[in-house]
């Protein structure tokens, strides 16, 4: 039983975070890659799955309080699926190795620009 604690703990938590928008499926992924003993392969579908639920939950809030702008939803999902289906082509003639770090490397810079970014303020 106690087994189970620690990735309930894990999970609970980084569906709060996911919620406030900090990125709790990426650090689901690296609970489950560094910690949990789960390949990256396997860690990224479960990160998938759990993207996916939260971001239909949010979706639902969304739409609800009316804080979608439908115009650029339609424009943003056009291109990420445009775009999604080449790079999982391409993402599956990598080795395991070579995907992680191209997804650490994303994660570094990605954790770079946040740090330096400067915030928008609106007039």
Not at 54 to 59: E, F, P, Y
Not at 71 to 99: S, W, Y
Request: glycine fraction near 10%; hydrophobic fraction near 55%; proline fraction near 2%.
């Amino acid at each position: 039983m106690s087994e189970f604690v620690l990735p309930i703990a894990v999970g609970i938590a980084t569906g709060a975070l996911a919620g406030c928008g900090v990125g709790g499926g990426t650090l689901l992924l690296l609970y489950m890659t560094a910690l949990g003993g789960v390949s990256f392969a396997d860690a990224k579908w479960i990160n998938l799955l759990f993207f996916t639920v939260t971001a239909v939950i949010a979706l639902v809030s969304h739409i609800k309080n009316k804080l979608i702008e439908w115009r650029a939803t339609v424009i943003c999902t056009l291109c990420g699926v445009a775009t999604a289906i080449p790079a999982a082509l391409f993402a599956q003639t990598l080795e395991e190795g070579a995907l992680s770090k191209i997804f650490g490397a994303l994660f570094i810079i990605a954790g770079i620009r946040e740090l330096f970014a400067k915030e928008k303020t609106n007039k």
